[in-house]
């Protein structure tokens, strides 16, 4: 590795810059500068660079030096790609870091933390941006060129432009359009970002003074009585200077939109079509930015504070709707109060722009918004946002702990226990809630976790004194927890009480709430209509044709889908294997759920929320808003209702069927069907009201189910940990696994067999496996999984870590090794 240096160079000095390329390579690579770039390297900007025989890349520049590479010639740098760096030196160490614990390369790390427009290769596809109005007299030679071929044929690669204009790099170009906002990345146009738009209702100015509004509400009480009471409910609603919505006109006088259009053509009132946000709408915010804390709650944040003084992380356990978000509120205040940027993670792009709503109040223009649904022109806006100091606080998911902070003060992690911090698939496999309490120690920040059902590895932490430790009891206000009925669902079947999926119980809670004009919210974790057809003659069932799956039938498309690699058939009406006509579908998910439902409820008005159904940008925020609104009676969905939603009217909780979380073969499946059972349960009853759960399953005795019922997280921990103990889980030892993939099953047996091997040579009985996993082929590639566990105290990972790498290495250097992949998974949970 190539020193850091900040040397000004302007002489005639040969220089040699390592540079971080988005590949998985094990070394960086190093190029030579021209004399006349001299000037213009320095660590954190991006080049133009060539490697292998004719590609290009984006490379970020990691250190500068005057030692050429030993083993190579040095080729040149093509070009410069910034006048500033884009990335500052602790991100650079924050990246090595990752590869390091995750086992995987620095460029794979860059690949995911910088957005795609920042990191242009030779076939990156491009495409105009069609949401843009392009001027072409302001357009220069080269961009006239592009816009013009791009017309001709809508998407072209980097190199197809560089052919196109007859030169090397045009990077440097296709930076400016992209600035311009004149082209996009085509990966990211099915999710063009749309401004949502609020028409909001004014007076005319004419009207401003007093006598003359009095002599129009005289005339319209004679000749239009409706339209006088829709002014009068103006009136009302903007008497503190507020803006008035057009649908809350509508709501408070009762009123038709057409009654509010002929005053508006009348030009009493004006409309006016506003882009309210791209992810909130300031209008519809109700939150008191003076709210008084709860004296549980101040009790906690005095300890939070004086514990920052000792602990750099501290856990704050407080139970569904106890206030958390209060609470990092007031420290996010005190740590904007010394100059500093906050980072705030939620788990959930769908939690994120219901939090937006929360905490947009309280820092205005200060904070600022990161996630994967963002187009890529807005990423980098937001990227230079968080560079320049724009933005005090971040709000986002996990990709946000790679955003280029200079002075972090405080990480915020709500619901810092969920599985949705880990990425799976691609390598860096990491879990930002860790990942975030190293970055907040590099910063010399405070970590704050927040959860009402943390994982027992942070509980475990805060027990033994390595996290401070807070607890919220109580809901805020002295609202009382729902009341939870489990019901069996077998007795029920018995009795000939259910009515499709729902138990008798359910249904009247149901009716109930409707009746009330209250909202219901199902929980059922599995989209689709059914999760497997069945031949009753033969039994056969479609399976996808690249993974070890069997196909969902979806209604909405009148398909089988793979939820594993996206493969889609048609549903057949026959069995392909012995001609029957009787196919059946078996098990349920939420659309059939929704299906059913409209039948035995005609007249509630029912929405979906899963994978399917916010799939488009804005899909989520507008299932919220008509939540909000009262346009949705009963919210079916998977785990996304289970986390955050916060709504004065929903009453009535339907866990329909528990048993799915509870008999998955893992050694988590009681903890996360604690928290997801109580996570749901806890969106019931937020306001003042006392909420109702129904949880239908056949084991209504489990002790998960008796633990949620009681709201007992200690009883659960003790259980947990007493057994993670005995059979060395988490949190006592640390797991590492590595998936060997390859198409040949018979070859990946060989392989996974030998690297297992090699590993028992260095770490013996620590070494599990090989073993075929629960699906055991996925996009083609059969799977074999090799798991060590390692004592987490007496032992050194960072040795465990290089073993590993030495063995991998040495198998990869072997025949037997060819067509396989190896996948190191650190901390695979």
């Not at 816009?147 to 998407?155: C, N, R």
């Not at 003084?309 to 958390?324: M, R």
């Not at 740590?335 to 769908?350: D, F």
């Not at 990942?435 to 976790?449: D, F, P, S």
Request: aromatic share 8%.
């Amino acid at each position: 590795m190539l020193e850091f240096t900040n040397t000004d160079y302007t002489g005639r000095k040969t220089l040699f810059v390592e540079v971080i390329l988005p590949l998985a390579i094990a070394k960086n690579y190093t190029y030579r500068v021209p004399y006349e770039m001299n000037a213009q390297v320095a660590v954190g900007k991006r080049l133009v660079v060539q490697f292998g025989k004719s590609k290009l890349y984006t490379a970020i520049i990691a250190a500068i030096g005057e030692q050429a590479p030993e083993k190579y010639e040095a080729k040149y740098l093509v070009d410069v790609l910034d006048d500033q760096p884009v990335v500052n030196e602790l991100q650079l160490k924050f990246w090595e870091w990752m590869a390091a614990y995750y086992l995987c390369h620095t460029g794979e790390v860059m690949n995911a933390a910088l957005p795609s427009a920042l990191k242009l290769a030779s076939e990156t596809k491009i495409v105009l941006n069609k949401d843009y109005e392009i001027d072409r007299a302001a357009l220069h030679d080269k961009e006239y060129l592009i816009v013009d071929a791009l017309e001709i044929q809508p998407e072209l690669t980097v190199s197809d432009i560089a052919k196109l204009l007859g030169q090397k790099t045009v990077m440097p170009i296709l930076k400016l359009m992209f600035e311009k906002n004149l082209i996009s990345i085509s990966e990211t146009v099915n999710d063009r970002y749309k401004p949502r738009k609020r028409t909001f209702i004014k007076l005319n100015p004419i009207y401003y003074q007093q006598d003359q509004l009095k002599e129009l509400f005289e005339i319209l009480e004679r000749r239009a009585p409706k339209q006088a009471d829709v002014l009068l409910a103006y009136i009302n609603l903007s008497r503190n200077g507020q803006q008035v919505s057009r649908n809350e006109l509508v709501e408070a006088s009762g009123a038709s939109t057409a009654i509010i259009k002929s005053l508006v053509e009348k030009e009493i009132l004006i409309a006016e079509e506003v882009n309210v946000s791209r992810l909130y709408d300031d209008s519809e915010i109700d939150i008191d930015t003076g709210v008084v804390l709860s004296e549980e709650q101040q009790e906690a944040l005095d300890s939070m504070r004086r514990q920052f003084e000792e602990k750099d992380v501290v856990l704050l356990h407080g139970i569904t709707s106890s206030g958390k978000t209060q609470l990092y509120i007031k420290l996010i205040e005190d740590v904007m109060a010394r100059g500093k940027q906050v980072l705030y993670l939620l788990p959930e792009i769908a939690l994120t722009t219901h939090a937006i709503e929360r905490l947009r109040k309280y820092f205005g223009e200060d904070i600022g918004v990161y996630h994967s649904k963002f187009n890529d022109n807005e990423r980098v806006e937001v990227w230079q946002k968080v560079l320049n100091g724009s933005y005090k606080v971040v709000l986002g998911a996990r990709s946000s702990v790679f955003l280029p902070f200079a002075d972090l003060g405080l990480i915020v992690v709500d619901e810092e226990h969920e599985t949705s911090y880990k990425q799976f698939d691609p390598a860096p496999r990491y879990n930002a809630r860790d990942a975030a309490i190293y970055l907040g120690a590099m910063h010399q920040a405070k970590v704050l976790l927040g959860s009402a059902t943390p994982s027992i590895e942070s509980y475990f932490n805060a027990q033994t004194g390595k996290y401070g430790f807070a607890e919220l009891k109580n809901r805020y206000g002295g609202v009382e927890l729902p009341q939870i009925e489990v019901v069996n669902i077998a007795e029920e079947s018995k009795r000939k009480t259910m009515q499709s999926h729902f138990t008798s119980v359910l249904m009247t809670d149901m009716q109930e709430a409707l009746d009330k004009k209250e909202q219901v919210i199902l929980f059922q974790n599995r989209r689709g209509y059914a999760p497997v057809m069945l031949c009753r003659t033969c039994a056969y069932t479609p399976k996808c044709i690249n993974c070890d799956v069997s196909l969902t039938f979806h209604k909405s498309s009148g398909k089988l889908h793979c939820h594993y690699c996206g493969y889609k058939e048609d549903s057949p009406t026959v069995c392909p294997a012995c001609g029957s006509a009787h196919l059946e579908y078996k098990g349920f998910g939420t659309e059939k759920v929704e299906d059913e439902l409209s039948i035995l409820l005609p007249d509630a008005r029912i929405m979906r929320m899963d994978m399917d159904t916010t799939r488009s940008k804005n899909a989520f925020q507008n299932i919220l808003n008509d939540l909000e609104e009262k346009r949705i009676d009963i919210l079916v969905g998977t785990q996304m209702v289970a986390k955050g939603l916060d709504f004065a009217d929903v009453t009535v909780i339907g866990i329909i069927n528990a048993d799915s979380l509870l008999k998955y073969p893992d050694f988590r499946a009681n903890e996360r069907s604690f928290q997801m059972l109580a996570q749901v349960s806890g969106r019931a009853g937020r306001r003042g009201k006392q909420g109702k759960v129904v949880i239908q399953t056949y084991d209504p005795e489990h002790r998960v189910i008796r633990q949620v019922i009681e709201n007992d997280y200690a009883d659960l921990y003790r259980n947990e940990i007493s057994e993670r103990k005995t059979f060395k889980y988490p949190p006592y030892y640390r797991m590492i696994q590595l998936d060997v993939k390859h198409k040949d099953p018979d070859l990946l047996y060989q392989q996974a067999e030998y690297l297992a091997g090699e590993l028992r040579k260095h770490f013996g009985e620590r070494v599990i496996g090989p073993e075929q996993p629960l699906i055991s082929r996925i996009r083609n590639y059969y799977i074999r999984t090799i798991n060590l566990k390692f004592e987490r105290d007496s032992i050194s990972l960072n040795k465990v870590k290089e073993a590993i790498r030495a063995v991998v290495l040495q198998y990869e250097t072997t025949k037997l090794s060819k067509g396989s992949i190896v996948q190191p998974d650190v901390d695979p949970y």
